[in-house]
């Protein structure tokens, strides 16, 4: 039996002539937080839209849990199954408050009461009970963040692959939500952990895997790879080129 809840292989996929995602393997093991980092453009939003199937694999394989998913199972599928994800910039439903927010996710497959009694949950689970009735359009950056992530807990996650989470966040933010990621964690959620701030990756990551235009440069335990001379130059590269632009 496996200890990976995720495992990707080969997975490739081109947009017009640019090769966005080439050969990308790597697992996500049970339990794990696994850093995916390397600079802007060189494929790590698009290789969590191949995982969750918004955009569609030129070729490769996801297996989850031990088996193939076929690539006839789309976004909403592989979500109720627990592959969630959240995004570079959240898209909370801004004329609601943050309890309607998770409630209306949480609705949609239980009673009522059920909802009701999961959004409370969660509420609590996120600390956010003392914003329940704030718009969300008004939460300031880090609780929108984390309601985000509240709204995936109404699918009893297995995964959350997080895109860019500490974005925008001054350095108590950042520390706040790290323990929050954590916190996720330590109740069995694993966790893609999508980041530029290093400081951010080293402190938070079991092991992290390194893009570079498209490609898996290396992985291993965060104090090795972070220190290795070519993973320092795709860094520099992606600078002097211009790809830092925000991704
Ligand atoms: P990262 O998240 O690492 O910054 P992305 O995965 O967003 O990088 O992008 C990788 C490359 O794929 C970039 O060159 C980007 O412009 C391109 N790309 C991503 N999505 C699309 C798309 N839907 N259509 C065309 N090109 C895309
Ligand atoms: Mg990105």
Request: charged fraction near 25%; glycine fraction near 8%.
């Amino acid at each position: 039996m496996s200890d990976a809840i995720l495992e990707v292989k080969h997975l490739a996929i081109s947009f017009g002539g640019i090769k966005a995602v080439q050969d990308v393997s790597f697992e996500i093991k049970k339990g794990e937080i696994l850093g995916l980092i390397g600079p802007n453009g060189c494929g790590k939003s698009t290789t969590v839209n191949l995982i969750t199937n918004t955009c569609k694999l030129d070729k490769g394989e996801v297996i989850y849990d031990g088996k193939l998913i076929p690539v006839s199972v789309g976004i909403t599928e592989r979500a109720k199954m627990g592959i969630t994800r959240t995004f570079q910039t959240p898209k909370p439903f801004g004329n609601l408050n943050v309890y309607d927010n998770i409630f209306s996710i949480a609705l949609q497959n239980r009673t009522y009461a059920e909802a009701r009694q999961k959004t409370e949950e969660i509420l609590e689970r996120m600390e956010l009970t003392p914003l329940a009735y704030m718009l969300s359009s008004k939460l300031p950056i880090e609780k929108r963040k984390w309601m985000d992530m509240a709204r995936l807990l109404t699918l009893d996650p297995k995964i959350i692959m997080m895109d860019e989470v500490m974005g925008g966040l001054n350095p108590s933010e950042m520390e706040s939500s790290l323990q929050m990621v954590r916190k996720l964690n330590s109740e069995g959620i694993s966790i893609l952990f999508i980041e530029h701030v290093m400081k951010a990756v080293a402190s938070l990551c079991h092991r992290v895997v390194v893009m570079n235009e498209g490609r898996v440069l290396c992985e291993g335990v965060p104090q090795e790879v972070l220190k290795r001379q070519d993973v320092i130059e795709a860094y520099l590269g992606g600078a002097a080129n211009g790809k830092h632009a925000k991704g």
